[in-house]
């Protein structure tokens, strides 16, 4: 239990310390850490928790912290009560790194943006954390998420039209997207 | 203070979608109502915001509780921001315990999987043009992507590897 709580706050510690470019970017990096890495919870329940951060209200980071923390400690078998604890401890580990960096930035706010070394910095990583979210996407398109194509092709050509409609009315039609996780929901409820 | 508290609690609880989607809600709250920083503050803010690590928003709730009223103000406005998610998905996870095996959630799921996915395909094309990829650095987000895809390196390492290589290619190795 206690080690669990310590790899939880150290996961979102560093989570919370390299996590450039927003709550997507930051998305990969709980997946890989925790799905790939530490096999708190499998690749489907991930997702799950994903689109239930996106369609909650606050950030993306602190719902999916939250949600991970709790799953992480229910899916080892402790208690659910315990599972508050996890939250709080990945919910706070994530925020603490940015918390004590915003701090001493506010202090040095305007010399520190213009100045040459912190923007050849951000030269190498804006375009990394480009891939970053392209190998989250990647990562999701698996079994669990789509179905087997000679196994259930059902699920799998249904899934594969989701994602097609889904990408489609975020792309070009600028839907709304709990609009879409809704209707995309409502759709699986009817066709499997 | 208890107003910085309210203030960012407020902004917590009525943005669904993230980040970005909050940047209207904090402006008028922020700027135009409590005067705590003015529209060209609130560019520069939202840019360093966004360079740094951590979360968006609440690097911009840290930001002006700090300046309004040091530490502590700046610990009222994190703990706003961040309170009403840690309640609402506390509340969704337990009852998500109970429902996990109905049939017909389980199908509500399976359907929006793959929206799910597509919904974190689709900013990686807005990104791209909005980071400046061009024909002569496009390999670095292949690059990255394939070595998290396919090799399960960690992200962490590959944000410091960038990082550190920008940071010596613009001071020793360009012009």
């Known amino acids: 239990m206690v080690v669990l709580l310590l790899k939880l706050f150290w996961t979102f510690f560093l989570i919370g310390l390299f996590g450039f470019g927003g709550g997507y970017a930051m998305i990969s990096m709980i997946q890989t850490e925790v799905v790939t890495h530490q096999h708190w919870m499998t690749m489907g329940q991930f997702t799950d928790i994903v689109a239930v951060s996106q369609s909650t209200p606050g950030p993306i980071g602190i719902n999916s912290a939250t949600y991970v923390g709790y799953t992480a400690i229910v899916n080892a078998g402790y208690d659910p009560l315990w599972g508050i604890l996890g939250s709080f401890i990945a919910t706070f580990s994530v925020v603490f790194p940015s918390f004590v960096l915003m701090l001493i930035i506010s202090k040095f706010l305007m010399k520190y943006k213009t100045h040459s070394a912190v923007e050849n910095t951000f030269q190498g990583l804006r375009p990394a954390v480009v891939g970053l979210l392209a190998a989250a996407a990647l990562l999701l398109m698996n079994e669990e998420n789509f179905g087997n194509i000679s196994e259930t092709p059902w699920q799998f050509w249904i899934s594969i039209g989701l994602f097609s409609f889904a990408l489609i009315a975020h792309r070009i039609y600028k839907t709304n997207p709990i609009a879409i996780i809704l209707l995309c929901g409502l759709t699986g409820m009817l066709l499997f | ?175």
């Not at chain 2, 508290?5 to 402006?27: H, S, V, W």
């Not at chain 2, 597509?118 to 987000?141: D, E, G, Q, T």
Request: net charge positive; proline share 5%.
């Open chain 2, 1 to 175: 203070m208890f107003d910085l508290f309210r203030t960012f609690l407020q902004i917590g609880l009525f943005t669904i979608g993230g980040g970005y989607a909050m940047i209207p809600l904090i402006e008028q709250k922020v700027v135009d109502e409590k005067h705590w920083v003015d529209h060209d503050e609130l560019v520069d803010l939202i840019a360093v915001a966004q360079s740094c690590p951590g979360i968006f928003a609440v690097n911009i709730s840290i930001f002006i509780g700090y300046k309004q009223r040091g530490v502590w103000g700046a610990f009222l406005s994190t703990l706003g921001a961040c309170l009403p998610s840690f309640l609402i998905i506390l509340l969704i996870a337990f009852a998500f315990m109970q429902f996990r095996e109905n049939p017909w959630v389980e199908k509500f799921f399976k359907g929006l999987r793959p929206a799910v996915v597509a919904l974190i395909a689709s900013p990686v094309f807005r990104m791209a043009k909005s980071s400046h990829i061009n024909r002569y650095n496009i390999w670095i987000p292949i690059l990255s992507a394939f070595a998290i895809w396919l090799i399960g390196v960690s992200p962490i390492y590959i944000i410091l590897i960038a990082g550190i290589s920008g940071y010596a290619y613009g001071q020793y190795l360009k012009d």
